[in-house]
């Protein structure tokens, strides 16, 4: 331990920044530098690169706690990084997931072309998300942040006809987002007079305050995927490869995005308990669960569900942190180590079944339970963590983010068991349609050519799968560990018998719903078909469906409209100086050329006149 310490320290800290930093990216560009024909080089690099952050996640999780400072610009825009109890913290829950990740990814794209491209793009993510972790300056933080969206942009123009509309417009979502942590960035450097990231706590978010909160909290956002920086998502975990999907978006943006925001809320700004921010936060929140859960209750496509599911989870995170109470914040911490493993699971699944069948299409797929009974049962467990049944550590955690909801507002607490209800809704379907029920499959496929998953992708599907269950076993150990490494004050449970009775009133409300639904129509698919065609939320359905309430559609349209209005001005511009200034002049030349007669009388006049008018002008002025 003493000879790690040593080794990270040395060079004025420069050992840190090359193991957790520069190694993964230099491993990534090695994996791009290798022959399409070479993919155990490739995979074995890759793999590599997983287990070797692993183990140095697991030398700083107990290990000693280190500042480094690397001078570089002046200003206090340094290299400035530390390791301590939240960070230590987020660095092994990424590192693991990462590793599980890297295990599956293996064995997935195996099959795929451009495999060094995809291993690159992923540890390259990482590198980016180690600094982000370890970061001690806002400027530093900013690189890092950065580097994460560009790595996400460029990462889904992976096909050989790629869709580039998806990148674009991740890239646009992701850069307001990020526009606005940057202004945050200011405004929390001027308040606090500093760029060093461990002086700044307890700001007030009032007045200029208020733009510095609102901007880093926006940032945050924009990484988790919520509302209104969500849409991207859907659209690329249908169309990039699954391991992007899963070790990007789902596994080291969102972790990301939750160190920042409970960084934001309980940290750098003192957010009041009921304040209009804290509120505010809140109410994104819900709409983010609401808004995932209800979508993902219409896909017809696997892994566009999964995403919808992954939307709303993350409109969890917020209600926790947003909350800015301790039950709160420790609620989004748990959630997000029971919620992050549960969502790579199903789509660890969903590659399974895509992969063995050809397809994601829900209309093309059933019964495939009978089939591949492991991936079966994978899925079903991280659905049931998901949705946060219990003894799941999911509804441990969502019982402390509902009782600080509910103390906060009634009327978000009564949105936030809607979008369970919802969520819960969602993954019943899909999990009723795709892996029970008599086998369907695509046209020309048979039940021999449907082969459960190698155990290289099993595995990893399984661990994530259990851990959730193990972690509500354990909640008690867990939690406490947990509050251990952060440093949290926080004791013991403050359960409500009440609030728990309701949140699973409304799990159960979600099983009768699917029940009465399947007996109606006489499909899984189909058992939402009462929710998805009642007469006032049809139209809001079909809106989404069309995409009208997309916030990137909406913003396009006002960047159309903006055009249009610069266009009419140009125009408008162009006449008067090409048409109207050229008319005019053309008369008046032509009236002072009809006045030149050449009669002297006549100028003798002009010129006594304009002499009368200066004369009572000047009388006039005076």
Known sequence: MNAFSSLIASGGGLGLLLLMVALPALLGLACLALSRRSYGGQALLFFLGATVNLILALFILFGEEQTVLLPWAGFEINLALRIYGFSRLMLILSAVLFFLSALYSVAFMRRENRSGQVFFYCLLALAFTNGVFLANNFVTLLFFWEGILAVCFAAQLYNDRPKVRTAVKTLVLGAAGDIMFIVGVAVTAVQSGTLMMDVVSGLAA??????????????????????????????????????????????????????????????????????????????????????????????????????????????????????????????????????????????????????????????????????????????????????????????????????????????????????????????????????FGPVRLPEGMEREQVKEAPGAMALPTVLLAVAGLGMGVLIGPFSSAVRNVTGSTVEGWSFSLVLCLIYVIALLLAVLNHITGHRATGEALRAADHIHYLPGLYRVYDAAERHYLDPYNILMGVVRVYSWLCRMIDRCLSWIYENLLERLVDRGSGALHDLNTGVVNQYLLWTLGGLAFLVLLFLVLV
């Open 206 to 435: 009032e007045g200029p305050g208020a733009l510095g909160f609102i901007g880093l909290a926006l940032g945050a956002l924009a990484r988790a995927c919520a509302v209104p920086f969500q849409s991207w998502l859907p659209d690329a975990a249908a169309e990039a490869p699954l391991p992007f999907v899963v070790t990007l978006p789902v596994c080291l943006e969102r972790v990301a995005g939750a160190y920042l925001l409970l960084r934001v809320t309980g940290g750098f700004y003192a957010l009041a308990p009921g304040s209009a921010l804290s509120i505010a936060l809140m109410i994104v929140g819900v709409l983010t669960f609401l808004a995932g859960g209800m979508m993902a209750l219409i896909q017809r496509n696997l892994k566009r569900v999964l995403a919808f599911v992954a939307i709303g989870q993350a409109g969890l995170l917020l209600l926790g942190a947003g909350s800015a109470v301790p039950a709160g914040s420790d609620g989004a911490l748990l959630s997000l180590f029971a919620q992050v493993p549960a969502l790579m699971c199903m789509f660890f699944a969903a590659g399974q079944v895509e992969q063995s069948t050809g397809s994601a299409d829900l209309r093309r797929l059933g019964g495939l339970g009978h089939l591949m009974p492991f991936t079966g049962v994978a899925f079903v467990l991280g659905a049931a963590c998901a949705a946060g049944l219990p003894p799941f550590g999911s509804f441990f955690a969502d019982q402390l983010i509902f009782s600080a909801v509910n103390d906060a507002d009634i009327l978000l607490y009564i949105g936030s068991l809607l979008g369970l209800f919802f969520t819960a809704a969602a993954l019943m379907r899909v999990g009723a349609t795709c892996f």
